[in-house]
């Protein structure tokens, strides 16, 4: 079973930046896509980015210009480089991978005032 654990997130000003890393056990991490969801309480997981193995990214329209997903180089890791931060991006933001199943992080609360 493929553990995540997600860090990074916090308290931010609009306009700044965060980055949101997710650290994975399990040693297909590099073969599987991973990537980020967000959700709000009473909502529905929403889509946010995504990468392969081989480096394709794709992005959810909100994300597109101000927010890149990258893999660390050595190690089982995800990141989320947020810039740009707009009040709306507030949301707890989970990673996950992709397998024969999809495995989740415990989420990361982002939070951005205005």
């Known amino acids: 079973q493929v553990q995540l654990v997600e860090s990074g997130g916090g308290l931010a000003q609009a306009g700044g930046s965060l980055r949101l890393s997710c650290e994975a056990s399990?040693?297909?991490?590099?073969?599987?896509?991973v990537g980020w969801y967000r959700q709000a309480p009473g909502n529905q997981r929403e889509f946010v980015a995504s990468v392969t193995a081989t480096g394709s990214t794709n992005y959810a329209d909100s994300a597109k210009g101000r927010l890149t997903i990258s893999r660390g180089n050595t190690k089982n890791t995800v990141y989320l480089q947020m810039d740009n931060l707009k009040p709306e991006d507030t949301d707890v933001y989970y990673c996950?991978?992709?397998?024969?199943?999809?495995?989740w992080g415990q989420g990361t609360q982002v939070t951005v005032s205005s």
């Open positions: 996950y991978i992709q397998g024969s199943r999809v495995d």
């Open positions: 399990g040693r297909f991490f590099r073969f599987n896509p």
